[in-house]
């Protein structure tokens, strides 16, 4: 028998609301041929022209090498472009390409409706409260690195 039962532990209710979300989102981005994490890409790419892809990953929540994949496998399939800096020969701008947009936004149009879904479940006050919460787990979790 352990110390906590299962079905108390926070951290398992929240893998199993991303896992869903996750879930959810690999559905809703599909039409458009990308993957949730190239999806991220995409829209942050969209947001932050030209960013690097170290400061990429971190806006996605990934690994510098898991980027560096997700970014060769958008640039094969023509979506993104990357450029030397110029000032830093040894840093990579990545851009958009045409039809890395119009990817993003058919994407994006998918992903909107599951979060629309999502938050459209609660009320204003569960989404405040909500979002306090789970930004106070986080909080708690980064001193236990």
């Known amino acids: 028998?352990?110390?906590?039962?299962?079905?108390e532990r926070i951290g398992?209710?929240?893998?199993?609301a991303e896992q869903a979300l996750l879930a959810a989102k690999n559905a809703a981005v599909k039409p458009a041929a990308v993957t949730v994490p190239q999806?991220?890409?995409?829209l942050w790419l969209a947001e932050k022209?030209?960013?690097?892809?170290?400061?990429?990953?971190?806006?996605?929540g990934?690994?510098?090498?898991?980027?560096?994949?997700?970014?060769?496998?958008?640039?094969?399939?023509?979506?993104?472009?990357?450029?030397p800096h110029e000032w830093h020969r040894n840093v990579l701008e990545t851009r958009?390409?045409?039809e890395?947009?119009?990817?993003?936004?058919?994407?994006?149009?998918?992903?909107v409706r599951v979060e629309t879904a999502l938050a459209t479940a609660l009320s204003a006050q569960?989404?405040?409260?909500?979002?306090?919460?789970?930004?106070?787990?986080?909080?708690?979790l980064d001193t236990l690195k």
């Open 1 to 7: 028998m352990t110390s906590m039962p299962p079905e």
């Open 12 to 16: 398992a209710h929240i893998k199993r």
């Open 39 to 42: 999806y991220a890409a995409l």
């Open 49 to 60: 022209p030209g960013i690097s892809a170290a400061a990429l990953a971190r806006l996605c």
């Open 62 to 83: 990934v690994t510098p090498p898991t980027m560096n994949t997700v970014l060769k496998n958008l640039h094969e399939r023509g979506l993104i472009e990357r450029t």
């Open 96 to 98: 958009l390409t045409p």
């Open 100 to 111: 890395g947009h119009a990817a993003m936004e058919l994407a994006d149009a998918g992903a």
């Open 126 to 140: 569960e989404r405040t409260l909500l979002i306090e919460l789970l930004g106070r787990c986080s909080e708690v």
